[in-house]
Structure formats: C-alpha cells, structure tokens
C-alpha cells in the first residue's frame, strides 16, 4: 500500500459515515435543509469517523504487519531446523 | 470466535461482513417507511410570515401544510407528480395587494434544489383569490427520496414577499428503490471492505523474488555467442 494505513483507515471512515449521515436524510431520520445544520450534519461524523477508522485501521495494519513478521521468523526456523538435520 | 491467519476479516469473512452491512442499512432504511416518527421532539406547526392584515393558506399534494413544521410531522408524499394550492384572503386591508407570483421551492443546504413558479399576469389585486401548481417529477422518481423543507411564497407586484410559509415533506419512493440509495450503499460496503483488508496480511506481503539470478542468464548468451560464431 502507498499510502499509510491510518491514513486510508481515516479516509474510508470519514467517506463512510457521509454515506451513513447522506442514506440517514434519504430514508428520513436527517434533515439537510439547513445551510449551516446541513453541513455540521456531515462535518463532524466525518471527522469522527476518520478518528475512529483511522486508529482502528493503524490498528488492524500493526496486527497484520505482526502476523507477518510471526510466520516470517517461524518459517525461518523450521527452515535452521530442516538444515540441522 | 477466532479468525482465519490472514487477518480480520480472513478472504472467507468479507462477503458476510459486506452482506451482513447492506441488510443493516436495508433494515434501518425500512423502519421510518412503516410510519414511526424518526426526528425526536414533537411537532409543531408550520413557520408562516406575512404582512399584517393578510392570510393565507398552502395545501401540498392535498394535506394541508400548517401541522408540518418539524421533520417529525412531515407530510409524507410519493414521488412524481405534486400540486400546491395557495389561497389567500386579504379582506381585512382597505387597500388589497396585487398578487403577481406564486413559488414553491424545496431547500437542500439551505439552497433551492426544486423551485416552481406560476407568475399571475396580470396580477391579481381581488380580495381572496387562489393559485394552482403543478409540476412532474415522474422523471426524478427514482432519483432521490427523503426529507426536505419546502418554502411555498406569494409575491406582490412589486416583487417583495407578502406571505410565506415553510413546512417538511418526507417524499418515500416505494421499497427505498433509488439512484442515489443503491450508490451510497455501494460505496459504504467498498469503504467497508477496505478498512477489513487493511487488517488482511496479504495487503502487506512483499511479492516473490524470481529464483533464477540475473548473473547467469549473460554467461550462457556469450557461450551460445561463440559458438554461433563463424
């Protein structure tokens, strides 16, 4: 991946919940009327949720990274252990 | 419950999280379209300016709209063709204003999304009097659904707003069958799914260097070189 994970973590999270709050005023539970109500309305769950994935995709990316790193040395090992014998 | 050694969610894990997403927004997409109130707070009537001395009235698509001033008490429309019907009483001034236009316009972001507008010519100057309007969304049918505030005003001749009144409509396209449904949901799931790939090792493996090494391939090409050779 080019980019940070956290980073695309927040990019995704912030899209995700304009999506959420936009499909929210299309099945009738927002109201986006409103200039200045309509645009805090998407700002800050868009913010929210860029904190939010963007720790959660730091997160995901460290675990992965580790399970990596984990089978990595493990096949390094049984590999020695191969050699040995 | 453990998960497969690619990660959250494994390749086996990410069709279920995807579909278990588009039921979760179908569902919550469903629950106002049996009739519950969705906004919280009570109803209130419709917010009506005029100039003193005049009245007057705004049925939409035949309810009338004085209940509607809160999301929570919308009136609840179908999508397609919609009719407003202004009437206005102006007994009580000596002197009557000459109607000359009548606007109905729905505000997305505080700006006019559909605007409707029958100009009186010429202008009315009676005592009472009525306006019909009329439009065809049928086109945008299957657009876009969902709350909006609509603003229905009458002008004088000099083009100065005399009455105005704004109100909710809650316009419900049958099973939430639109455009612009189908593409957030769309993008919702594909933002989804990337967050769950970037806990998948397999975004972060390096790919496979090719065993062969580069050095050995020129030795050959010079031996097979000389022996070509005349």
């Given at each position: 991946m080019s980019e940070h994970p956290a980073v695309s973590g927040a990019a995704s999270?912030?899209?995700?919940?304009?999506?959420?709050?936009?499909?929210?005023?299309?099945?009738?539970?927002?109201?986006?009327?409103?200039?200045?109500?309509?645009?805090?309305?998407?700002?800050?769950?868009?913010?929210?949720?860029?904190?939010i994935f963007?720790?959660?995709?730091?997160?995901?990316?460290?675990?992965?990274?580790?399970?990596?790193?984990a089978a990595d040395i493990k096949a390094d090992v049984v590999a020695a252990k191969a050699e040995k014998k | 419950m453990s998960f497969p050694r690619g990660g959250f969610p494994g390749p086996r894990f990410r069709l279920p999280v995807g579909a278990a997403v588009l039921v979760a927004l179908t569902i919550l997409g469903a629950v106002p379209a049996s009739g519950?109130?969705?906004?919280?707070?009570?109803?209130?009537?419709?917010?009506?300016?005029?100039?003193?001395?005049?009245?007057?009235?705004?049925?939409?698509?035949?309810?009338?709209?004085?209940?509607?001033?809160?999301?929570?008490?919308?009136?609840?429309?179908?999508?397609?063709?919609?009719?407003?019907?202004?009437?206005?009483?102006?007994?009580?001034?000596?002197q009557h204003i000459p109607i000359a236009q009548a606007q109905i316009a729905a505000l997305v972001f505080g700006f006019s999304a559909f605007t409707?507008?029958?100009?009186?010519?010429?202008?009315?100057?009676?005592?009472?009097?009525?306006?019909?309007?009329?439009?065809?969304?049928s086109i945008v049918r299957f657009l876009a659904e969902g709350v909006y505030q609509v603003v229905g005003s009458l002008t004088a001749q000099d083009g100065s707003?005399?009455?105005?009144?704004?109100f909710y409509v809650h316009v419900v396209s049958t099973y939430h069958l639109v455009v612009i449904n189908i593409v957030l949901i769309l993008i919702a799931v594909y933002e989804v799914y990337n967050i769950a790939k970037l806990g998948s090792t397999r975004t972060y493996k390096k790919p496979e260097t090719s065993p062969t090494p580069p050095e050995a391939v020129p030795e050959e090409m010079a031996k097979d070189a000389g022996k070509e050779g005349p």
């Open positions: 999270g912030a899209i995700l919940f304009v999506c959420i709050v936009l499909l929210g005023q299309q099945f009738g539970y927002v109201d986006l009327s409103g200039l200045v109500t309509g645009i805090l309305y998407l700002v800050v769950p868009a913010i929210i949720g860029g904190v963007g720790i959660l995709g730091g997160v995901l990316a460290r675990r992965a990274r580790r399970k990596l790193l | 519950a109130t969705t906004f919280a707070g009570a109803a209130r009537p419709s917010n009506v300016t005029s100039v003193s001395g005049l009245t007057a009235s705004l049925s939409f698509s035949g309810f009338t709209t004085t209940g509607a001033g809160s999301p929570s008490s919308a009136l609840t429309v179908s999508p397609g063709s919609v009719s407003a019907s202004f009437h206005w009483d102006d007994t009580a001034r000596a409707r507008v029958q100009v009186l010519q010429p202008a009315n100057s009676n005592a009472t009097g009525w306006v019909n309007l009329s439009s065809d969304f707003t005399v009455w105005q009144e704004s």
